[in-house]
């Protein structure tokens, strides 16, 4: 069988006894990386040395067919490099191809980020997003958080430390300057931190520079009930912030639940009425359709 072992995420006291019993006795590891491995052999104290195959990113796609031959005449151990393989880390495509030719998979419990984050972020626990990492650019980004605006769930992410400020700064605006959100650092190890506060508050603290392993755990959306006249407010707050005007009408829409084009148009129409020009056609105002 394929057998799926989480590793510690930091403390190796958080490795259990059925993962040092796999690892002492496993003939076959497929592992995110190998030199990871080694070390968590070594760490742990087991002499075994299985034959150790790299599985990452690159070449899962490549290697499952091979990976699920070798589960179907003994067992695999499948190692990420912390946490549980699959999530947010290689070995999805694996246990998709090992369902599809009748090979048993199985899993071997234990540390997660996710569950460990939100576990200590004293936000609403009973239901849940995972929503991995944030889009690098920060466009794509912003388009990533208008989608989950009006989520209701507490969302679980990660995030890189030297994206963490721009990240929380686009939260403030799409999501409010204060929604709770919750930064989870190095959890399980020496310098654990969990920094708690609003998105605008973390925002302003993660631009003095963080270091290490990141969980960002943002609450869910609270119903909002707004005028046009206020949520039209809110959109020319925000274009004098900065923000383009399609965009910001896209943000309030989207925490609000308003109309984008009502809200773009009734904006448009009081710049344009403050400024004292005269109102272009439809088809000029928009530099792009609006849902």
């Not at 031959?69 to 694996?94: K, N, Q, W, Y």
């Not at 794509?140 to 989950?148: C, P, Q, V």
């Not at 973390?202 to 609270?222: D, N, Q, R, T, Y």
Request: one cysteine or more; aromatic letters at 4%; a negative charge.
């Amino acid at each position: 069988m394929i057998i799926l072992a989480a590793t510690p995420i930091g403390n190796l006291g958080d490795a259990s006894a059925r993962l040092v019993e796999a690892l002492s006795t496993a003939t076959v590891v497929a592992a995110e990386d190998t030199r990871v491995t080694v070390h968590l052999l070594k760490a742990l104290g087991i002499e075994n040395r299985p034959k150790l195959i790299s599985l990452h990113d690159h070449n899962e796609r490549q290697k499952a067919a091979e990976l699920v031959e070798i589960g179907r005449d003994t067992d695999l151990l499948v190692l990420s490099d912390a946490g549980m393989p699959t999530v947010s880390d290689p070995g999805f495509h694996l246990v998709d191809a090992a369902a599809a030719a009748g090979v048993q998979v199985t899993a071997i419990p234990g540390p997660s980020a996710v569950v460990t984050a939100l576990a200590v972020s004293g936000l609403p626990t009973d239901r849940f997003t995972f929503e991995g990492f944030l889009p690098r650019k920060p466009g794509d980004r912003r388009s990533a958080l208008r989608e989950l605006a009006n989520e209701r769930r507490t969302m679980v992410f990660f995030e890189s430390p030297n994206r963490l400020a721009a990240s929380l700064t686009d939260v403030a605006t799409v999501f409010g300057a204060e929604r709770r959100v919750v930064v989870c650092r190095e959890l399980t190890k020496f310098y654990e931190e969990v920094k708690r506060g609003t998105a605008a508050e973390l925002a302003e603290w993660a631009a003095g520079g963080v270091k290490g392993e990141i969980c960002v755990v943002i609450a869910g959306a609270e119903v909002r009930v707004l005028d046009l006249e206020t949520g039209v407010a809110e959109v020319l707050a925000l274009v004098a912030g900065g923000i383009r005007l399609k965009d910001a009408a896209a943000d309030v829409s989207a925490a609000t639940g308003l109309s984008k084009r009502d809200l773009y148009e009734a904006a448009l129409s009081r710049k344009d009425g403050a400024s004292g020009v005269a109102k272009a056609p439809k088809a000029a105002q928009m530099d792009l359709p609006l849902n």
